[in-house]
Each structure stands twice: as structure tokens, then as C-alpha cells.
């Protein structure tokens, strides 16, 4: 399934986001392109609090561990979000760590049964090109996909590439 970003669309900077499946996996895949360098997107990104910056306001998203955190492979961060009006705590590993080309956070604890996100940064056409897949299962079923986790799922990246190209602007 495919969702479309009116909002982001014929402008050439921001795919639609995927969301399929492989076997029990599900799978969403999402990308934009950012008129800035490899090295500045992702020191953004290895700012681990710039990460409430670029999630809606609706999920009460907060970084819990203290800064500045020590980004690289085996870094524990935890997080306070609220679903659907349920305040829950999730906490990530820093699994692989690549700088300037990707890396990726896995769930330890949290509302889903699995989460594993790789981030992706690579030059392309004089700025970056900013890669997601996350491959996450849940306790919903298909039923729980279908009118929540796929939705919300959509909701969320689609906020995130609007405001990356809020902070990361036309020069």
C-alpha cells in the first residue's frame, strides 16, 4: 500500500510512503530529499532529542535520557510517547551506527513486538537523500493494521518529512 502526501507531492523531494509486508513482518519505507549535505543531515540526526522536533504533537513525544547521549552502536535511549491517549515508555538500541551512511534503532521495550528502523543518508543531485524502512510487527492483527497502526504509521512519517523540509529548506 502506498500512501500520497499531497501536501509533499510534484514537488520531487519526497516519496510516497510504502507500507507492505514481508511474510509476518510489515514493512514501511519512506524517503525524502533534503537540499543539504550528507555530514549536516546527519549530524541532525545523531542529535538523538532533534527527534521530538520532527514528531507530531499528538504522541506527547519526549526523549528521556539525559543529553548530550553518546551516539553509536549498543547506545541505550529511552523515550515517553502516548497512543491513542495511553502514556507508555519505549526504549531503543542503537544497533548499527555508520556515520554519514546509516544506522539503525531497534526496540528493547515498547508497544510493539517488533521494531527495527534503519535510517539512510546518501548524496544525491547536490543535497541527501533521506531513507526509512522500518520493519515492525505488533499485537493487533490485521484488524489493529488496518484502522490504527497502518494510519498512524502513515500520519507520523508524513509529519517527519514535512518538517525535515521545514528545517532543512530550499537554499
Known sequence: MSVRNPTLEGKGIAQPIVLGRVGR??????S????ASVDRVFEFFA???NLQSIT???LSFRVLTPGPIEMGEGTLIDYRISLRGLPMR???????WEPGVRFVDEQVRGPYR???HEHTFRAHEGGTMCGDRVEYAHLGGAIGERLIVRRDLARI???RQRRMLELFPPM
Open 25 to 30: 513482518v510489515r514493512v514501511l519505507k519512506a
Open 32 to 35: 525524502v530529499w533534503l537540499p
Open 47 to 49: 542529535d538523538a532529542h
Open 56 to 58: 507530531p504533537e499528538w
Open 90 to 96: 519505549w526504549r531503543t538500541r542503537i544497533s548499527v
Open 114 to 116: 517488533l521494531w527495527r
Open 157 to 159: 512519517f508524513e509529519h
